[in-house]
């Protein structure tokens, strides 16, 4: 068993409802011996105008002072830790530090919602006009690679496929070996740099498969990539530790022997069961 969730969601987040508390009486419902807060932090995010109320920008001191008092509250029956997602894209990756530095995050997700100011989420069918699925993509993943270029402010990247999710064409079917060169300087400029990726399972729900794709995990163990994380993505209680058997037998399948998990921003490696 995968001792812990390392990406959840609280209502810290814009698109979550859930209260800290919850998740936490449910992680420990569910046997976890610790849990990771991961909320969203969107620097400079450009608000939708259909979704006014999604700006991503995290209340830190609220998130500490909140999070700090149930981790003494809950000491005895889980330990709490307190990380980020934080949103990265070529124009704010160098903003990074100075958060970073300020606030003693156990654990930081770099995560790409953006490939530019600009352009904007692929969530939205915006993202796609006048582009080819091939090429929009193509443009997510480079962007990536960039970022890794622009900061050391991070532990693991999250969820590197996100883009997947939500091409608006129905017929276009995404295909690993288009986009291997650009994923081959990516996952190695993370390994240069000691930084891991993550198994992130809300792919199951939302593509059938956890993100990334598993012909990246295996070209990230081939490279020699051995920090991986393992999360949810979790917006809802419910859905904290969703889809592990199936990340515990991916891990096996793609010939890692071991998972991370930090503390105080140090990675821990695992070994499976």
Do not use: W
């Not at 859930?18 to 909320?39: L, Q, V």
């Not at 993202?127 to 690679?145: C, H, N, Q």
């Not at 199936?246 to 821990?268: C, D, H, I, M, S």
């Amino acid at each position: 068993m995968i001792i812990t969730d390392m990406h959840v969601h609280s209502h810290f987040s814009s698109d979550s409802e859930e209260s800290p508390e919850a998740i936490i009486r449910t992680a420990i419902e569910k046997g976890f011996p610790c849990i990771y807060f991961t909320d969203h932090h969107d620097i400079d995010f450009p608000v939708h105008p259909s979704e006014p109320d999604m700006n991503f920008q995290l209340d830190f001191d609220a998130y500490f002072s909140v999070l700090n008092e149930l981790k003494q509250r809950y000491e005895k029956q889980i330990r709490v830790y307190i990380g980020v997602e934080q949103g990265i894209c070529p124009a704010t990756a160098p903003k990074l530090k100075a958060l970073y530095e300020r606030y003693p995050f156990d654990f930081v997700i770099a995560s790409s919602h953006l490939t530019s100011l600009e352009n904007g989420d692929p969530y939205y069918p915006s993202y796609y006009e006048g582009k080819d699925p091939v090429m929009a993509y193509r443009e997510y993943f480079l962007s990536e690679a960039e970022n890794v270029t622009l900061t050391d402010s991070f532990h693991v990247y999250g969820h590197l496929d996100y883009a997947v999710r939500y091409c608006p064409d129905q017929s276009f079917v995404y295909r690993f070996e288009d986009y291997r060169d650009i994923f081959e300087v990516l996952l190695r400029r993370l390994i240069e740099k000691g930084k891991g990726i993550e198994i992130n399972t809300s792919g199951l729900e939302k593509i059938g498969y956890p993100h990334p794709h598993i012909e990246a995990l295996k070209l990230y163990r081939s490279l020699g990539g051995e920090i991986i994380t393992v999360g949810s993505d979790a917006h809802r209680k419910e859905r904290i530790g969703a889809g592990f058997a199936e990340a515990e037998a991916l891990l096996a399948e793609t010939g890692f022997r071991y998972y991370t998990v930090f503390k105080n921003g140090q990675p821990e490696f695992i070994r499976l069961s």
